[in-house]
């Protein structure tokens, strides 16, 4: 049990990943590339599938479409993800699901099957059954290399999976919690205890004053996919100026063996789910999402790295919670840890 403790309140983590676009180059026509990209995907028209009772109790079917190119594609060049974060409505069938794809370049692209690595060329014309994350892999043009995307689509309330808290006990709080300090171009992550610890200085690309109050701000990490050794770091933090609204929020790719840089993200008038100012946060990689939990105890879910944030009902605390989040994280097994300034201890699992 301490050493859960430990690493729950111990938040130290995180590391995000840009996501970018790739422009495409005025090359002359008939040359081959080493290089190749999807820099478009959109999604055709979609079937919805809507459950209804009428007032004398028969059930009944409705179909209705659904315009998939109002809900835009999210290409993450440098984890090679492609996803919606605005979720297609409940009902939405991505089993028939027809698409078009434009690479970097003129490369040829390929969907592996669902259930061997097979490949077969894909055809803007033929549907793709998008019920499970698929690979699509471009070949560059002069047939050198290749490059996979896994694509997948949210659905808002999709049924079949629930996440259930369970309440594992109170401990005892530590009489520390990790904290952070900053000057004008280096993090520096220490303790306000009696632990010698070597702590490492962290290059800036910004100036100080976009840095957020770092006695509130907290950083996680996980495994970044497209390099062996490397992990993506995301910190959050209250901003230190009273009249900002919304969270600094920095990201970094940091090698194992040293070196990277701390980016931070700017905000974008695009942006319409930018995260509020919290006085306190908690966060934690989960399910290939970041979740985050701030002093309003609401939860909320970002799955383009700290880009942008949605409310998920799926991961509410629960009612006989009390006190506030101050730490989460998770374990190799696919459950999520929470710790309360009360001191209570709370597990989160999904359950079919």
Same mark, same amino acid.
């Given at each position: 049990?301490?050493?859960?403790?430990?690493?729950?309140?111990?938040?130290?983590?995180?590391?995000?990943?840009?996501?970018?676009?790739?422009?495409?180059?005025?090359?002359?026509? !008939? @040359?081959? %590339?080493? $290089?190749?990209? /999807?820099?478009?995907?959109?999604? *055709?028209?979609?079937?919805?599938?809507?459950?209804? +009772?009428?007032?004398?109790?028969?059930?009944?079917?409705?179909?209705?479409?659904?315009?998939?190119?109002?809900?835009?594609?999210?290409?993450?060049?440098?984890?090679?993800?492609?996803?919606?974060?605005?979720?297609?409505?409940?009902?939405?069938?991505?089993?028939?699901?027809?698409?078009?794809?434009?690479?970097?370049?003129?490369?040829?692209?390929?969907?592996?099957?669902?259930?061997?690595?097979?490949?077969?060329?894909?055809?803007?014309?033929?549907?793709?059954?998008?019920?499970?994350?698929?690979?699509?892999?471009?070949?560059?043009?002069? !047939? @050198?290399? %290749?490059? $996979?995307?896994? /694509?997948?689509?949210?659905?808002? *309330?999709?049924?079949?999976?629930?996440?259930?808290? +369970?309440?594992?006990?109170?401990?005892?709080?530590?009489?520390?919690?990790?904290?952070?300090?900053?000057?004008?171009?280096?993090?520096?992550?220490?303790?306000?205890?009696?632990?010698?610890?070597?702590?490492?200085?962290?290059?800036?690309?910004?100036?100080?004053?976009?840095?957020?109050?770092?006695?509130?701000?907290?950083?996680?990490?996980?495994?970044?996919?497209?390099?062996?050794?490397?992990?993506?770091?995301?910190?959050?933090?209250?901003?230190?100026?009273?009249?900002?609204?919304?969270?600094?929020?920095?990201?970094?790719?940091?090698?194992?063996?040293?070196?990277?840089?701390?980016?931070?993200?700017?905000?974008?008038?695009?942006?319409?789910?930018?995260?509020?100012?919290?006085?306190?946060?908690?966060?934690?990689?989960?399910?290939?999402?970041?979740?985050?939990?701030?002093?309003?105890?609401?939860?909320?879910?970002?799955?383009?790295?700290?880009?942008?944030?949605?409310?998920?009902?799926?991961?509410?605390?629960?009612?006989?919670?009390?006190?506030?989040?101050?730490?989460?994280?998770?374990?190799?097994?696919?459950?999520?840890?929470?710790?309360?300034?009360?001191?209570?201890?709370?597990?989160?699992?999904?359950?079919?």
């Amino acid at each position: 049990m301490n050493r859960i403790l430990f690493r729950l309140c111990a938040v130290i983590v995180s590391m995000a990943v840009l996501t970018s676009c790739l422009k495409d180059d005025d090359d002359e026509a !008939g @040359s081959a %590339y080493s $290089d190749t990209a /999807v820099t478009y995907f959109t999604l *055709g028209t979609l079937n919805r599938y809507t459950h209804t +009772t009428s007032s004398t109790g028969s059930d009944s079917i409705v179909k209705t479409s659904v315009t998939g190119s109002d809900y835009r594609m999210t290409i993450d060049q440098l984890n090679h993800r492609i996803y919606n974060v605005q979720e297609l409505p409940t009902g939405t069938d991505v089993k028939h699901v027809i698409c078009t794809i434009t690479t970097k370049n003129s490369g040829v692209v390929a969907l592996q099957s669902m259930v061997s690595d097979s490949l077969q060329w894909y055809s803007a014309a033929d549907s793709i059954d998008f019920s499970v994350p698929r690979t699509f892999r471009v070949y560059a043009g002069d !047939g @050198s290399g %290749y490059r $996979d995307y896994e /694509v997948s689509l949210n659905v808002s *309330g999709s049924k079949g999976t629930t996440f259930i808290w +369970t309440h594992v006990g109170t401990v005892e709080m530590p009489d520390y919690l990790p904290c952070l300090e900053a000057s004008a171009d280096t993090v520096i992550m220490t303790r306000n205890s009696g632990i010698d610890i070597d702590w490492k200085q962290e290059q800036l690309s910004d100036a100080e004053g976009l840095l957020p109050d770092m006695s509130k701000t907290v950083i996680i990490s996980w495994p970044y996919a497209p390099a062996d050794d490397t992990d993506y770091m995301l910190m959050v933090g209250t901003p230190q100026q009273d009249d900002e609204p919304y969270m600094r929020v920095w990201r970094k790719i940091a090698p194992h063996a040293g070196g990277g840089q701390w980016v931070y993200m700017p905000f974008d008038d695009s942006n319409r789910y930018p995260l509020p100012r919290q006085e306190r946060l908690a966060m934690a990689y989960y399910a290939g999402t970041v979740i985050a939990v701030g002093s309003d105890g609401i939860v909320r879910q970002s799955r383009d790295q700290g880009i942008s944030w949605h409310t998920n009902s799926t991961y509410n605390l629960p009612s006989s919670l009390t006190g506030e989040v101050i730490s989460m994280t998770t374990d190799g097994q696919g459950r999520m840890w929470m710790l309360t300034s009360t001191g209570q201890l709370w597990q989160g699992a999904s359950a079919k």
